[in-house]
């Protein structure tokens, strides 16, 4: 198990010490989450998927998410919580993808539309907020993350579910309440304490990339 700090250290270990891009740990990150949302929809013949993104790399992870999603013939809706233009670094670059290969992601910020298609999918993928989330949760993301946990059917959270302390188990006010959480590297601290029992769901550990002789680092 790991603290958030661990993981933030380890991922810029990989990136500055062995120059791992900071782009193929988010690609194996999306898509290994991506391979996962399959799994849920199994014995679904016409599966929909509605993926909702934040602004930092977890969204970065969803847009990821989405494009292996629908390169594999699957539908996914895509909201993306705030503007593009506030979008940096590989999240942005990721957007850019998504669009280039017209599979756009739609700005939102009213929660009564973003609750119908939340209810019309047979997945949401929660990819709002990860490890580094250390406030408290404000509109419109709460009325969001209020729509997921009243009307998703299956809800899968990318790394942490959002809202979720990853250390201390704590919630910032309001938190995804996954059926499955896919986390990378390490389960979390923070899963196992208060109340990350009730909202991690079904915890699967992916590998993403780090390399072994820094993962051997943490007990």
Not at 11 to 31: Q, T, W
């Amino acid at each position: 198990m790991a603290t958030v700090s661990q993981i933030q250290r380890l991922d810029k270990l990989a990136i500055k010490r062995y120059g791992v891009p900071s782009l193929v740990l988010m690609e194996n990150a999306g898509r290994a989450v991506a391979e996962e949302v399959k799994k849920s929809l199994r014995g679904k013949k016409k599966p929909r998927v509605c993926v909702v993104c934040g602004l930092g790399n977890n969204g970065g992870d969803g847009f990821v998410v989405a494009r292996h999603l629908m390169d594999a013939g699957i539908p996914a809706k895509v909201f993306l919580v705030g503007k593009a233009r506030r979008l940096k670094h590989d999240a942005a670059i990721n957007y850019q993808i998504l669009k280039k290969m017209k599979y756009p992601a739609v700005e939102c910020g009213d929660t009564k539309f973003r609750g119908s298609e939340i209810a019309r999918a047979d997945v949401v993928v929660d990819a709002i907020f990860g490890v580094g989330l250390d406030r408290e949760i404000k509109e419109p993301f709460r009325g969001i993350i209020e729509a997921i946990n009243t009307r998703a059917r299956h809800v899968v959270a990318v790394d942490v579910p959002s809202g979720l302390d990853a250390t201390t188990g704590n919630i910032y006010g309001v938190c995804v309440k996954a059926d499955k959480t896919v986390t990378f590297s390490f389960p979390k601290k923070g899963f196992f304490r208060n109340h990350g029992p009730r909202q991690t769901g079904k915890v699967v550990v992916v590998d993403i990339g780090i390399p072994s002789r820094l993962k051997n680092g943490i007990s």
